[in-house]
Structure formats: C-alpha cells, structure tokens
C-alpha cells in the first residue's frame, strides 16, 4: 500500500506560473478581479481577528468617544464686598457692643465672645435660641395659671381643656 501513495505523490507536478511581459521587460498588472478578492479577503481576517480579541477581552459596554463641548464663557458674578474688615475676627464682643446692654445680654446667652464665634450663628437660629426658652416659660405659666383656675386675658379656652385633660 505504501508503494502506490509513493507512485501516486510522484506523478504530481506543480506547474509554473507564465509571466506575460510588457513591452519594456515590465510584468503585466494583474487582472482587476484577483485585486478585489485580495482585498475582501483581507478586510475579512482584520474583521476576524477584531473578533477574537473582543472575545479574549471581558465583555464591557462599547466605549465612544466623548464629544467635547465647548464651554461658554462663563460670567463670573463678583459677590458683594463690605469691604476691608475693620475689626479683627478675634475682637472682643464688649468691645465692640460696648454701648448696647441687651445685645451683650445675647452674647452671654448664646456663650460667644469673639466676633469668629458669632458669626457662626445665623439670624434665624439666633431668634430660635432666644425665643425657645420663652415660649417654654410662657407655656407653663399658663399651665400653672389654669391648675389654680386662672386664666391670661383671652386663654379661657386653654385653661379650660388643660383642667379637663388633668
């Protein structure tokens, strides 16, 4: 058997390529055909070797590329300066409030003596501190007013549910 697929390999030949010559010892251009299938075949083996390496990669959202706006100029809006301070903000409250008695009475409630630590607090939360505790007080004055059957002028009505709660 080995001897007729020797026999057989001898008896095929390769055949040698004609090149047809030009005028001027120059080679033909190939035929426009053969060109387009080289290509297509070569288009086709970037595409797959594209494909493996996407497969290779772990799978992850196609990325595109990021458009880049142009910003607009932005218009810088300048806050309004007081101007130059003209008291350190390490300066002394009774300094500076030497003349109003209830604003240092403030001071000493809300426990602040430098104008850094005042300027922590805004107006809102300034009221509420203030006034919480007063209105505290005033609630349990009327409390206290309707246990011993009393009332403030036009609380009637509150001196009235509160006996009624008790």
Known sequence: ?????????????????????????????????????KKAAKKIKKKKAAAKKAATKPAKATRRKKTVKRQKPRKIVKRASLGRPRVTADGRLDQVFQKDYQA???????????LRELETYAPDEIIDKLTGPLLQTVQRIRKT??????????????????????
């Open 104 to 114: 240092r009475e403030v001071f000493e409630f809300l426990g602040v003596h430098t």
């Open 1 to 37: 058997m080995m001897a007729k697929k020797k026999a057989v390999g001898k008896t095929k030949k390769k055949k040698k390529s004609v090149v047809k010559l030009k005028a001027g010892g120059r080679k033909k251009a190939a035929p426009a055909v053969a060109k387009h299938k």
């Open 145 to 166: 007013l309707a246990m011993v059957n009393r009332s403030l002028a036009n609380d009637r009505d509150f001196a009235l549910e509160f006996k009624n709660q008790l």
